[in-house]
């Protein structure tokens, strides 16, 4: 089980002293969410950001791409410190080339749904991944509200892929919902909002009480 929070919701003008409190606070991996404006109505940064604070951390860089044509970044964010590449089905005409060319760097590979996209369109290439990115809030904003209806989706992928297989789950997911996310299937939680909007330290350690992390 892990716990990766979404610097989504940080302080960028003190990114630097955030990221290193979520280490020291004994988060496992950084969730970074990259957004262009165009796949989702939200932007972010990109890779130069990600290359700064690779330098003053040692935590698993989960960068979600929320991006359309992803696989024209993938080596771009692999040179910047990336550990894992997630990007989205609905964003790539050829799935499994997305993946393959993630794999040729030699990191790990996920593939994120939207929460109105059907499971089974990921299902062929699930062998091919390490991981599957469960959306559980429409992307591009942090502070929205866990959709329950992606509970179904955590539950069936976990039933198909055993114990082994890294489900993570991104939105919504605070204190009060953990516990039950985790109980559908997920074992890595991305948290934005409930880990950023109050004293850091404080809220990871609430976060892993709830969840027995
Ligand atoms: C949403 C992002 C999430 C977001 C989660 O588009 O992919 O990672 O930061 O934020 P919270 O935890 O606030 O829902
Ligand atoms: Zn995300």
């Not at 919701?9 to 409190?21: M, N, P, R, T, Y």
């Not at 934005?192 to 004293?199: I, K, L, P, T």
Request: hydrophobic share 45%.
């Amino acid at each position: 089980m892990k716990l990766a929070p979404s610097i989504l919701s940080a302080d960028f003008g003190i990114l630097k002293e955030q990221v290193q409190e979520v280490e020291e606070s004994g988060a496992e991996w950084l969730h970074i969410d990259v957004m262009d404006g165009h796949f989702v109505p939200n932007i972010t940064f990109g890779p130069v950001v990600v290359k700064s604070i690779r330098r003053y951390t040692k935590l698993f860089f989960d960068v979600h791409l929320m991006i359309c044509n992803p696989e024209k970044y993938i080596e771009e964010f692999v040179k910047a410190g990336a550990d894992s590449i997630t990007f989205h089905a609905e964003a790539v005409e050829d799935i499994e080339a997305c993946i393959e060319l993630i794999k040729s760097f030699h990191i790990k590979a996920g593939i994120a749904i939207n929460p109105d996209t059907d499971v089974e369109i990921i299902v062929p290439y699930l062998d091919m991944i390490d991981m599957v990115l469960i959306m559980s809030v429409h992307p591009g904003f942090g502070g929205q509200k866990y959709i329950s209806e992606v509970d179904e989706k955590i539950r069936y992928l976990r039933k198909i892929k055993g114990d082994e297989f890294d489900i993570e789950v991104d939105g919504g997911i605070n204190s009060q919902n953990i516990a039950h996310i985790i109980g559908c299937g997920a074992n890595i939680i991305v948290a934005g909002s409930a880990v950023f909007e109050d004293d850091i330290e404080k809220s990871i350690a609430a976060l892993k009480e709830a969840s027995n992390i």
